[in-house]
T-cell receptor
Framework: DTAVSQTPKYLVTQMGNDKSIKCEQN?????MYWYKQDSKKFLKIMFS???????INETVPNRFSPKSPDKAHLNLHINSLELGDSAVYFC????????????FGPGTRLTVL | QKEVEQDPGPLSVPEGAIVSLNCTYS??????FMWYRQYSRKGPELLMY????GNKEDGRFTAQVDKSSKYISLFIRDSQPSDSATYLC???????????FGQGTRLTINP
């Protein structure tokens, strides 16, 4: 039983392409997040959604567009990929806003060539 | 200056040693403090959670927070090779919606 799942696990693409990463949680949580982890393991929040509503947008370039079709899903679409977008992207969820415990997915390793 | 500073290591110790991992933070509004463990090619998982100052113990793990010096620590007793991972400290302001992470310390326990 996977709590937070992401697809794909690996993504290799050329600069300038558009790609999407999907996330699903089966924990019944209200809040979902996207994080970016760079090559130095620094994990930084990008977005959070609560019941399909955008709560946090951490000055991420507008080439990144999250979409939450329902509270169990939070997808990330990236336009015009750049070399600097190469990183591991983690989806996470928590029971509600302002909660300490976040459950992370396995990550999507994006490589832009 | 990052809000949460953590020595990235790497840190390598022999099996059975006591490990001390540390973070400092700059924002005195932080009230929740967490340690996440991340195995290679996996997502972070919550290991320890502490509210405000004090100690919390769970098996071989002890989390310690000193708000006066803005210093948080994780101690691992009787370290095992299975403890080899990256350990990330994280903090949160009460009522805020996001966690702020340190860079993570890569730990290796040698058999």
């Amino acid at each position: 039983d996977t709590a937070v799942s992401q697809t794909p696990k690996y993504l290799v693409t050329q600069m300038g392409n558009d790609k999407s990463i999907k996330c699903e949680q089966n924990l019944g949580h209200d809040t979902m997040y996207w994080y970016k982890q760079d090559s130095k393991k620094f994990l930084k929040i990008m977005f959070s959604y609560n019941n399909k509503e955008l709560i946090i947008n951490e000055t991420v370039p507008n080439r990144f567009s999250p979409k939450s079709p329902d509270k169990a899903h939070l997808n990330l679409h990236i336009n015009s990929l750049e070399l600097g977008d190469s990183a591991v992207y983690f989806c996470a969820s928590s029971p509600q806003l302002s909660t300490d415990t976040q459950y992370f997915g396995p990550g999507t390793r994006l490589t832009v060539l | 200056q990052k809000e949460v500073e953590q020595d990235p290591g790497p840190l390598s110790v022999p099996e059975g040693a006591i490990v001390s991992l540390n973070c400092t933070y700059s924002n005195s509004a932080f009230q929740y403090f967490m340690w996440y463990r991340q195995y290679s090619r996996k997502g972070p998982e919550l290991l320890m959670y502490t509210y405000s100052s004090g100690n919390k113990e769970d098996g071989r793990f002890t989390a310690q927070v000193d708000k006066s010096s803005k210093y948080i620590s994780l101690f691992i007793r009787d370290s095992q090779p299975s403890d080899s991972a990256t350990y990330l400290c994280a903090t949160q302001i009460q009522g805020a919606q996001k966690l702020v992470f340190g860079q993570g310390t890569r730990l290796t326990i040698n058999p």
